[in-house]
């Protein structure tokens, strides 16, 4: 079955800076890839999401990058700012009709 | 809309107790799932229901079962808790898609205590 791996599982970085996460899936069949953010004590939302026929994706200050020979793609946060702060998790899709995630990245900006 | 609701936001059960967590989406959702998030895990997929009528496990279905009762409902069941369930159980909805996935949206979440 499909298993997604994700690094770092803490971060830490100061406002301004960037981010990056990275996750590793290893069904090659699967399609769809999203990103959720979650704050403390509430429920995911997706932030962003790209589909197996696209490279990279933008939406403002986040963008996502999908290498599908590699089997891994990216979150990328430009010029964090303390509301960034939560946790972040990673997806893949695959042909199962299953979304399995990574085990979440604790992104810790500080002012 | 109030999208994915959930029912109760907190349980504390004794080991052995059953009860049923409550879901329903008002998004017209075909597809509907049901999490449970442990600290370092993620979230985990327990059982899923494409469209109504059916049902599917998924990585960790042991110790439950769920009823998709119509387009809107789908409960989560535990006969017989154990501390092991001690977890926060999120239920999801999303749109089908003929290939490939889509957007899932999360309800609040319920958190489960069995001592």
């Known amino acids: 079955g499909e298993n997604v791996e994700q690094h770092p599982s803490t971060l830490s970085v100061q406002e301004g800076d960037s981010a990056v996460i990275k996750c590793t899936y290893s069904d090659s069949a699967s399609n769809y890839f999203p990103w959720y953010k979650q704050e403390l004590g509430k429920r995911p939302q997706l932030i962003i999401d790209?589909?197996?026929?696209?490279g990279e994706k933008k939406d403002q200050r986040i963008a996502v990058t999908l290498n599908k020979t590699a089997k891994h793609f990216s979150l990328h946060i430009t010029e964090t700012q303390p509301e960034d702060s939560a946790v972040y998790f990673c997806a893949a899709y695959n042909q199962g009709g299953k979304l399995i995630f990574g085990q979440g990245t604790e992104l810790s900006v500080k002012p | 809309n109030a999208g994915v609701t959930q029912t109760p936001k907190f349980q504390v059960l004794k080991t052995g107790q059953s009860m049923t967590l409550q879901c329903a989406q008002d998004?017209?959702?075909?597809?509907m799932y049901w999490y449970r998030q442990d600290p370092g895990m993620g979230l985990r997929l327990i059982y899923y229901?494409?469209?109504?009528?059916?049902?599917d496990k998924g990585e960790v279905p042991n110790g439950y079962n769920v009823s998709r009762l119509n387009k809107r409902e789908f409960s989560l069941r535990l006969e017989s808790a154990a501390p092991s369930q001690t977890s926060v159980y999120f239920c999801?909805?999303?749109?089908?898609?003929?290939?490939?996935?889509?957007?899932?949206?999360f309800g609040p979440g319920t958190r489960l205590t069995v001592l």
């Open positions: 999801a909805s999303s749109e089908a898609r003929k290939a490939g996935g889509n957007e899932q949206f």
């Open positions: 998004m017209n959702h075909n597809s």
């Open positions: 790209i589909r197996s026929n696209v």
């Open positions: 229901s494409a469209s109504e009528g059916t049902t």
